[in-house]
T-cell receptor, first 116, second 116 residues
Framework: GAVVSQHPSWVICKSGTSVKIECRSLDFQATTMFWYRQFPKQSLMLMATSNEGSKATYEQGVEKDKFLINHASLTLSTLTVTSAHPEDSSFYIC????????????FGNGTRLTVT | AQSVAQPEDQVNVAEGNPLTVKCTYSVSGNPYLFWYVQYPNRGLQFLLK??????LVKGSYGFEAEFNKSQTSFHLKKPSALVSDSALYFC??????????????FGAGTRLAVHP
């Protein structure tokens, strides 16, 4: 089945630094990738949608300058948390689809970000 | 607007007993419904989907779901629960009417605890 690889699985960084999270589709071309954020014991909140070769579409309330998304190829999207603060600590999950008819989303294993 | 509701925060079941995790939906047009499972500190794994056709959908790991249009429900079921089924389960509906792209709207999640 389709595999989405997300790296790193966990990261600890100091406040004020930036962190990059990678999301790769390993055996299919992902025309669209989605980035979600999940707080403890809560559902997934969609942050943004990235389409290969174009600017990401951010959901309302998500700061695009804070969460930089790049989707430079059909197999790679990156999320960079810039000038991280403790309140950015969360579980970030990417998902990808090739948008073949009714294909499900395939999810990465998530990245646990802790900002100290 | 498309939405899904999972009325139970947690479901407790004894191993070997049947389990049901409830989901109701609200959509404009035909619903595209999904179930995903999440294990601790992991991404989401696709279980099954309903697009059209038979109301009883069979998925991974022995799970199935019944689409009921009159009750706008899509409950997840399994005839005999395993301890290893203990996880967080998400119902989702595909939003096909926003900004020209498909995305999933997730329910709040239901934690399934299967006791030996």
């Amino acid at each position: 089945g389709a595999v989405v690889s997300q790296h790193p699985s966990w990261v600890i960084c100091k406040s004020g630094t930036s962190v990059k999270i990678e999301c790769r589709s390993l055996d299919f071309q992902a025309t669209t990738m989605f980035w979600y954020r999940q707080f403890p014991k809560q559902s997934l909140m969609l942050m943004a949608t990235s389409n290969e070769g174009s600017k990401a579409t951010y959901e309302q309330g998500v700061e695009k300058d804070k969460f930089l998304i790049n989707h430079a190829s059909l197999t790679l999207s990156t999320l960079t948390v810039t000038s991280a603060h403790p309140e950015d600590s969360s579980f970030y999950i990417c998902s990808a689809t090739d948008f073949s008819y009714n294909s499900p989303l395939h999810f990465g294993n998530g990245t646990r970000l802790t900002v100290t | 607007a498309q939405s899904v509701a999972q009325p139970e925060d947690q479901v407790n079941v004894a191993e070997g007993n049947p389990l049901t995790v409830k989901c109701t939906y609200s959509v404009s047009g035909n619903p595209y419904l999904f179930w995903y499972v999440q294990y601790p500190n992991r991404g989401l794994q696709f279980l099954l989907k309903y697009i059209t056709g038979d109301n009883l959908v069979k998925g991974s790991y022995g799970f199935e779901a019944e689409f009921n249009k009159s009750q706008t429900s899509f409950h997840l079921k399994k005839p005999s629960a395993l301890v290893s089924d203990s996880a967080l389960y998400f119902c989702a509906v595909r939003d096909r009417f926003r900004s020209g792209y498909n995305k999933l709207i997730f329910g709040a999640g239901t934690r399934l605890a299967v006791h030996p």
